[in-house]
């Protein structure tokens, strides 16, 4: 079958970097995508890697190495407002995304 | 400006009845989704549709509907049928279904069946 495994929760202090990791076992492969979501709100696109390295857009960064079915998402200087969900989702075969449950960031001052 | 629009927000029904939820987009994007979230759980796809007047199913359509009338709108009833309907719904929508474009959601109807 297939699956995305995230850690449930993560905790994180204002102004430290966090890395959420994210393991992938799919029917094929075309991307991962990372979404950020705030509580009841819709999640929204943070990035898409589909080669293996690092991807950079400013305080986020993810990474991707397929063959071992790994990514993570990098968070630096952290900011109350980065409290939220994250979901890694894959691009699988037939161009479908499957998607992990979410790891919720908790920030503390 | 271009965007998802669900409507209600929040939703209360009783047990028993069907019940529509609003999707409007103004993208001009094709493809449209339909996910549910649950705590604890990962979205889950409900339905989807690549183009007008054609719809597929997705892992778990039981108990819901849809229809693709127009470009833009892409309404799900949730049935009687559906045994556990209580759930946050999300709408999405991208240029493609066949392509690596991200999808765009709309704000969630959170449905709560009494």
């Given at each position: 079958g297939q699956n995305i495994d995230q850690p449930t929760e993560m905790t994180a202090t204002e102004g430290a970097i966090v890395q959420i990791n994210c393991t992938y076992q799919t029917s094929g492969f075309n991307g991962l995508f990372w979404y950020q979501q705030h509580a009841g709100e819709a999640p929204t696109f943070l990035s898409y890697n589909v080669l293996d390295g690092l991807e950079e857009k400013g305080r986020f960064s993810s990474f991707l190495s397929r063959s071992k079915g790994y990514s993570y998402l990098l968070l630096k200087?952290?900011?109350?407002?980065?409290?939220a969900s994250y979901l890694c989702a894959v691009l699988d075969s037939n161009y479908q995304l499957i998607w992990g449950a979410g790891t919720k960031l908790i920030i503390k001052p | 400006d271009g965007g998802i629009t669900q409507s209600p927000k929040y939703l209360f029904r009783k047990e028993g009845q069907n019940v529509t939820l609003s999707c409007e987009q103004?993208?001009?994007?094709?493809a449209m989704y339909w996910y549910r979230q649950d705590p604890g759980q990962g979205l889950r796809l409900i339905y989807y549709s690549q183009i007008v007047n054609d719809f597929q199913k997705g892992d778990i359509a039981e108990g819901y509907s849809v229809s693709r009338?127009?470009?833009e709108s892409f309404p799900l009833t949730v049935t009687s049928?559906?045994?556990?309907?209580?759930a946050f719904y999300l709408c999405a929508s991208s240029p493609?279904?066949?392509?690596?474009n991200e999808q765009f959601f709309g704000p969630g109807t959170r449905l709560t069946v009494l």
């Open positions: 200087e952290l900011q109350m407002k980065d409290s | 103004n993208l001009n994007h094709d009338e127009k470009k049928a559906q045994k556990n309907p209580t493609q279904t066949v392509s690596y």
